[in-house]
């Protein structure tokens, strides 16, 4: 089993980025093992969708689930068509958060977050 | 760290000047401004510029020319006519990618290019990120997040992170939004800026960003004023203060002073009063 | 003639200087139509309170997916720059607000699985407000691309060869601003003095000197010493057309959404001798 947690550094000392489409880096972490690497999020660089970018990159690296801040809408439909799990925390470290989530104590998100539809004038 | 963005609907309401207010009123911070598309901050704060990124934030369709058998497959097939006589035109192309894929001999790439630079500066009044775009670039999320960015990575242990967000309501403004603590909307009295504040309130309702309201220049429409006090009154926001029209904050302006002469004026005594209950909500 | 107006910098007057231009030019019985191309924030409507007659969409063609033929091979997601197509296992979702409609999804699929229907974007309005011709773009709420209802909102203004055109374009120097001024015979730049209008206007000079448009400056909320703007318009050898000064009536009719130029007869006189020596100067150019 493999998590998405979305990061402001490349190991699990670094601490979770609240952010999840706009994240430098996603660690890939096995929460039994602690076995992870770190990838860089291709959605860093879009103009626009980034979200999205980054939900297909996590899901096409094998993640089960994904622990972040702010999911937007966009990536949310992504995830859960793919059937992604999605878990809310708050900026600790991936350690800490990682612990969290073994106590069961990470909330599960079921309905997108905000909207932020497009890079829209209205 | 708290974030505070100071932001409007409508351009032009004095969000600069308020933001250039606190900025010498509130102590310890970092200051970002995050209205990339036409940025003002720098004009006050006499930056020291330490560090300066170039900015990619367009792909655009490149050709070789020695490749181009000038068939016109990618003037057919784009369609934003930003190709004429098979070359490419800059301020057209979208950098959709389809010129690319339609090329039978592969003389059309993509690349990234230039539109802008961020930049991290030493001011008098602490650390300052800032950004500037090239005419015709759009300022978009991704710079806006990488002006914040930056100013997260220069804080040390000072509380406070003012952002001088930009005006509007589009992702731009969503950008300087999401994660900040507080957004203090700065509102002028007028048909358009009553108008302009509705929309840039449904926008921090939207992203669950606490909003605070303060109309500039009240007393050249005491009439609009009250209709927008009457309106934060009925939805329950809180009016922080109302800052008269003062043409000595042109003055100060005018004359290069230093930023802080602006709170000698009368509306900066009434920036200062905004700042006092700004702080009891942000900085407790 | 057309006549762009226009400010590198938002909240500087320059819906004002259209709205009272095109009241004065009406009063001088010249046929005016002004075109409010600001179509993020359109607010010379709440000015003028025009009768908007004609409505037509604007549209752009955005991708619908045929599930029977689709194979989910993913080829439109990696092609889509924009990221407005996603193939999550086997469901691929659209984001036609994303989308900027180049059509090359359709080209890439191997399965001729998508094609594309047309998704409403914004409205172009026509209408007038007494003696002026009015035509506004709309974008809709939350759409990002404004350039396409700028475009089609200046669709059909070649054939209007004896009116004078007025366009009231967005702030700042984005692409939307050179769409809705590309084309115009002359630019009007509506400036303020401060610093911050010295550095907008200076952004702004550039672009119309880009554009090769002939231009000249308004500086509004004028006083007693606007050397900050004239300086500039000295170096870079631009004319001021017209100031028009600071002053609380004015501001306080503006505030109300009046055009002063509908109470004050002498601002109609003013307005009027700008659009002459613009006239004038464009004549001379050619």
New interface residues.
Partial sequence: MKIGVSATGKDLESLMD??FG?CNYFILVDPDTEEFEAMDNPG???????G??A??AV?KQGAEAVIT??CGP?AF???A???IKIYQASEKSIEEVLELYKKGELKEVTTPG????????? | MRQLVITSGKGGTGKTTVTAGFVVLAGEKVVADADVEAPNQHLLLNPQIMKKREY???KMAVKDAEKCEQCGKCEEYCRFNAIRDMEVEPTGCEGCGVCVFVCPTGALRLEEVTTGATMISKTDYGSFSHALLEIGAEG???LI?EVRRNAEKIMQDEPLLLIDGPP?????V?ASL??ADLALIVSEPSVSGRHDLE?IHQVTQ???VKALVCINKWDLSPEMSKNIEKYCEDEGINLVGKIPFDPQVMDVYKQDLPVEHLLQTKAGEAIEEIWENVREHILQ | MIISILSGKGGTGKTTAAVNMAVSLAAKNEKVLLLDADV??PNAGLYLKPVLDESMPVSLPVPEIDEERCDYCGEC?EFCQ???L????E?V?T?P??CHGCGGCTLVCPKEAIKEVSREIGVVEKGCAEAVGFWQGR??????F?VPVTRALKEGLADLKDSVVLIDAPAGVSCPVIEAVRGSDFALLVTEPTPFGRHDLGLALEMVEHLGIPHGVVINRAGDDDSIISELCQEKNVPIMLEIEFSLSLASLGAKGIPFSKVLPNWQEKFYETYLSIKEKCLCAN
């Fill in positions: 609240s952010r706009r860093v660089s879009a103009g626009g969708g980034a999205i970018q939900a297909q899901m801040g702010h966009n439909d992504v995830l068509a793919g059937g905000k909207a932020n539809r497009g890079k829209g004038s209205r | 990619k934030g367009a978009s999320g991704k997040t509007g309501i589009g992702c731009p969503i999401t994660g929309r939207h992203f669950n | 993020e924030e997601s924009f990221n407005a996603a193939v999550a296992q469901i979702l984001f607000e994303l974008l809709n709420i939350g759409e990002p404004a």
